[in-house]
C-alpha cells in the first residue's frame, strides 16, 4: 500500500530550524552574559581588593605622618636642648674674654698710640684713640686682623685731625695728632681655642 504524506514536512522542519536556531542564540546570549558578569565579578573583586589595600594605605601613612611629626617634635627639642647646652658652655667659656681683650690690646696697640674708650655691645668692640700718625692706625688695624686669634676683623669708623689730647699727655713735646674710632669682633672662646690649637699643630714640632 503506498502511504502518503499530506502533512506540511517543510514547515515542520523549518520550524524546528527556527527552534532550534532560538534556542542556540538563547544558549549563547546566556552563555555571554554568564561569562559577562564573571568577568564583572572579577573586576569588583580586584576593585575591591585594591580600594582594601588603598585603605589600609592610607591608615598606615596615617601612622607614619604621626611617627614623623613626632620625631620632628623630638629632633626640635633635641636641636634647643643642644642650643641652650651651646649658650651655657658659650657663657662659662666666654667669662675670661674681657681679660683675653685687655691682653690682646697692650699686645697689639702701636707705641705712642692712646685709647680714650672702649665699649662691648655682644662680640662687637668699639674703641676710641689718639695717635699721632696715620700709619700707627694702619699698624694697628694689620695687628687686630693678622696677629691674634681673639680679635677679628677690624674696621676704621673714622679718623679725626687736630686732637689736643697727645699735647696734654707730652706737655715737653706736644705734636698734632688725630683721634680715631674703630670696631671689630671679640672671637669667643671656643673658636679662638680652635684656630690656637690648629696653629700649634701646624707649628714644627706641633702635636
Known amino acids: ?51 582594601d589595600r588603598n585603605a589600609f ?10 611617627q614623623i611629626k613626632e620625631i620632628a617634635s623630638i629632633e626640635d627639642e633635641i636641636s634647643a636642648l643642644r642650643a641652650r647646652q ?5 657663657l662659662q667659656s666666654d667669662r675670661n674674654l674681657p681679660v683675653h681683650l685687655l691682653a690682646e690690646l697692650v699686645k697689639q ?19 676710641q684713640g689718639v695717635t699721632y700718625s696715620n700709619e700707627q692706625v694702619s699698624e694697628l ?31 715737653r713735646n706736644p705734636r698734632p695728632a688725630s683721634s680715631f674710632n674703630l670696631r671689630f669682633q671679640l672671637v669667643r672662646a671656643s673658636d679662638a681655642e680652635k684656630t690656637i690649637a690648629a696653629a700649634n699643630a701646624a707649628a714644627p714640632g706641633g702635636k
Do not use: C
Open 57 to 66: 594605605l592610607q591608615k598606615e601613612t596615617q601612622v607614619l605622618e604621626g
Open 86 to 90: 651651646k649658650a651655657v658652655e658659650d
Open 109 to 127: 696697640l702701636p707705641d705712642g698710640m692712646f685709647i680714650t674708650g672702649i665699649r662691648q655691645a655682644e662680640q662687637t668692640i668699639t674703641m
Open 141 to 171: 688695624l694689620r695687628n687686630l686682623a693678622d696677629n691674634t686669634p681673639w680679635l677679628t676683623k677690624p674696621e676704621l669708623a673714622e679718623i679725626v685731625a687736630g686732637s689736643n689730647f697727645a699735647a696734654v699727655q707730652n706737655q
Open 1 to 51: 500500500m503506498i502511504l502518503i504524506n499530506l502533512l506540511p514536512h517543510r514547515e515542520e522542519a523549518r520550524k524546528r530550524r527556527k527552534e532550534a536556531f532560538q534556542a542556540a542564540t538563547l544558549a549563547s546570549a546566556l552563555l555571554g552574559l554568564a561569562i559577562a558578569g564573571a568577568i564583572y565579578w572579577g573586576f569588583q573583586m580586584l576593585i575591591t581588593d585594591q580600594l
